[in-house]
């Protein structure tokens, strides 16, 4: 069966420090795959997808990059965390013949 | 922006009594999805409805679609105290249905 994993669950970095998040899936190939962040009681933000290795769309303009060096790792970055990074990091996946999506646990991240 | 939405924001009933939360979209749609979060946690699928689908049951879980409103609803029957989550709904976005365009969520609190 498939499984997604994500860590850290939680993270607390100063203002200016890098970050590096990181999602791996298990149990399938080729998946789609997806950086959401989530404010406090708020729906989802789109930041990044991926359809394959090195493949990366960017849907807003921020301090944060992505990267998917092998087929079921995808990764968040920054070099330079800013207070407003704060928030609820989601990876997710699906198969291109499905249209679900499956989230990982998530990762509280505060800024200070 | 082809956000939904959805309403109300927040919810709260009795246990046994049923929830019912609506979504609204704004572009035509071949699919639309609802999602659970709870609180802290990743979100969970639950049921996905079909452009040529009116209705959907899953469990105590009924889904409806309206196309020509451009809204669907989501009841579930028979609440329980672990029914306490964020639900969430999702269509494709227009052209690229790789991409999900979220809703804000709806809050429901099942009081025992």
């Known amino acids: 069966s498939q499984t997604i994993h994500q860590w850290p669950a939680t993270l607390v970095q100063p203002v200016g420090s890098p970050l590096s998040l990181e999602c791996t899936v298990e149990?399938?190939?080729?998946?789609?795959l997806y950086w959401y962040r989530q404010a406090a009681g708020r729906g989802l933000q789109l930041l990044f997808y991926?359809?394959?290795?090195?493949?990366i769309s960017s849907e807003v303009p921020q301090n944060l990059s992505a990267s998917r060096p092998q087929d079921r790792q995808f990764i968040l970055s920054s070099k330079k965390l800013l207070l407003s990074d704060s928030g609820f990091y989601l990876c997710?996946?699906?198969?291109?013949?499905?249209?679900?999506?499956?989230f990982g646990p998530g990762t509280r991240l505060t800024v200070l | 922006s082809q956000q939904g939405e959805e309403d109300p924001q927040a919810l709260s009933i009795q246990e046994g009594e049923n929830a019912t939360m609506n979504c609204s979209y704004k572009?035509?749609?071949?699919?639309l999805q609802w999602y659970r979060q709870n609180s802290g946690r990743g979100l969970v699928h639950l049921i996905l409805?079909?452009?040529n689908e009116r209705e959907k049951h899953s469990g105590r879980l009924r889904v409806t679609l309206d196309t020509s409103k451009k809204s669907s609803s989501l009841l579930i029957t028979a609440s329980r105290a672990a029914d306490t989550a964020s639900y969430f709904c999702?269509?494709?976005?227009?052209?690229?249905?790789?991409?999900?365009?979220w809703g804000l969520g709806t809050s429901l609190a099942v009081n025992p």
């Open positions: 999702a269509t494709p976005y227009a052209g690229n249905n790789r991409k999900l365009i």
């Open positions: 572009t035509s749609i071949n699919n």
């Open positions: 409805i079909r452009s």
């Open positions: 149990g399938t190939s080729n998946p789609n």
């Open positions: 991926s359809v394959g290795i090195g493949q």
């Open positions: 997710a996946w699906r198969t291109d013949s499905n249209n679900e999506q499956f």
